[in-house]
């Protein structure tokens, strides 16, 4: 892992180990960050498949691209299933995709703002629009295509937008991961 380090620059590898046994590994490639700046607005990870030949739990980190397949952003392997390790787990992921979500993200007054008007069921939808672009304004994010792209599709996932739509039965979200642990079985 380390000589993949060195020939390629992007590539993020991190380990802990427990006197000489490995205890949580973290990976991921040029190819899974590209995939998580591109699509990485809704992330799911799974930690109920555990590969058998070194008994440790394997934690892909899995988006849906626009022809709606899963495509991995990240894996982990983890010796132990402990708060310390999940929290490590998150801590890791988020450093290796820094350079991706910058230090918007971190701004707790954006984050609270964005998320309180996103979220707003009872929100009309012209009020929506209006706060939106107060938002877009204020933090100087008119040239940002995610959000340019993200306004384009609001209706589709606005919930002011089908507040009166039901939404039983749709996929659960371990769905996408238990398709990526079929894959990654083969070679366990």
Known sequence: MNDRRDHYPNYSFE??????????TFWADEREKAFYAEFGEVISF????????YK????????????????PVGARLLSKETIESYEWLIKDFLRSHEEVT???FKNKDFKKRLNKLVWNMHIKTDQFEKKWELIINEFNLKDKRWFNVM????EK???????????????????????????FNTYS
């Open 56 to 71: 440790m739990v394997f934690v892909p980190f899995i988006t849906v691209n626009h022809h709606k397949k899963s495509v």
């Open 157 to 183: 996932w606005i919930p002011a937008y089908f507040s009166d739509t039901r939404m039983f039965g749709l996929m659960k979200t371990t769905s996408r991961s238990e398709s990526m642990n079929s894959f």
């Open 46 to 53: 799974d930690a109920t498949f555990r590969t058998n030949k």
């Open 151 to 154: 306004f384009e599709l609001h």
């Open 15 to 24: 380990f802990i180990h427990d006197g000489n046994m490995l205890a949580a």
């Open 102 to 104: 910058g230090d918007l």
